[in-house]
């Protein structure tokens, strides 16, 4: 998730403040240091973590070292149990393995609101109109774990309306690009968006990216691909 999406989901579940420590600015802190400046900036009455959370320059900052802390400052402490998805705790590092391969509809079960960006639909070279496909174009967020590149099914919100697409994520290997796009054919849509914010959910792969010899190649693939939706 981006920065912005995080905080909406954190306030949508019912947080009313919402801080993003800069991690190049902290990331030499020493552990005990970064709890003193946590303790005089937010003066908490309760801290929770994971059961796994570390901290601290070199991560040597842990949960026993926190509730040590907290019991010398006054301040409750609660560390949370994992939570498990088939047997495995759900993990920030299994989620972006999951995306990588292009298992999105697994990595979707355990992202809230599911994966996907907002972002600007940008103009772009208008030549999916001239084959009968226009599609929606946005620049993929760099800061944003690449899923394996292919085509998608996919969810398109525009204004607060859902509708269904085919997104096409990577390079665009027929008409190379050097950056990474998304471009989202969304079926029983016309209206011109050039320029407005739009939510794009990716939710399952469909098939790899593939270089093909022409245009009529790439319509028929096309077509097949939204036949599979």
Excluded at 97 to 110: E, H, M, S, Y
Excluded at 112 to 134: A, C, K, M, N, W
Excluded at 136 to 158: A, E, R, T, W
């Amino acid at each position: 998730m981006l920065p912005s999406a995080k905080e909406k989901a954190l306030k949508t579940l019912g947080a009313e403040k919402t801080v993003f420590l800069d991690f190049g600015k902290i990331k030499d802190i020493e552990a005990q240091d970064f709890l003193e400046i946590i303790c005089r900036k937010y003066s908490p009455h309760l801290i929770l973590c994971g059961f796994n959370f570390k901290f601290g320059k070199g991560a040597k900052g842990d949960k026993v070292l926190l509730k040590s802390f907290c019991d010398v400052k006054g301040i409750d402490f609660k560390a949370c149990e994992p939570i498990c998805e088939d047997n495995l705790p759900i993990s920030s590092t299994n989620l972006r393995n999951l995306i990588k391969v292009g298992k999105i509809d697994l990595a979707n079960k355990q992202i809230y609101g599911g994966f996907g960006f907002t972002s600007e639909v940008l103009h772009g070279d208008q030549r999916g109109r001239t084959i009968g496909f226009p599609t929606v174009n946005q620049k993929f967020p760099d800061m944003l774990v690449k899923p394996k590149f292919g085509v998608y099914s996919s969810k398109i919100i525009i204004d607060g309306q859902e509708y269904e697409g085919i997104t096409n994520l990577g390079v665009r290997p027929t008409f190379l690009t050097e950056e990474v796009y998304c471009e989202t054919y969304i079926l029983n849509f016309s209206r011109d968006i050039y320029g407005k914010e739009v939510e794009l959910k990716l939710l399952k792969f469909i098939r790899e990216e593939k270089k093909f010899a022409d245009i009529n190649e790439l319509k028929s693939a096309i077509k097949e691909d939204i036949s599979k939706i």
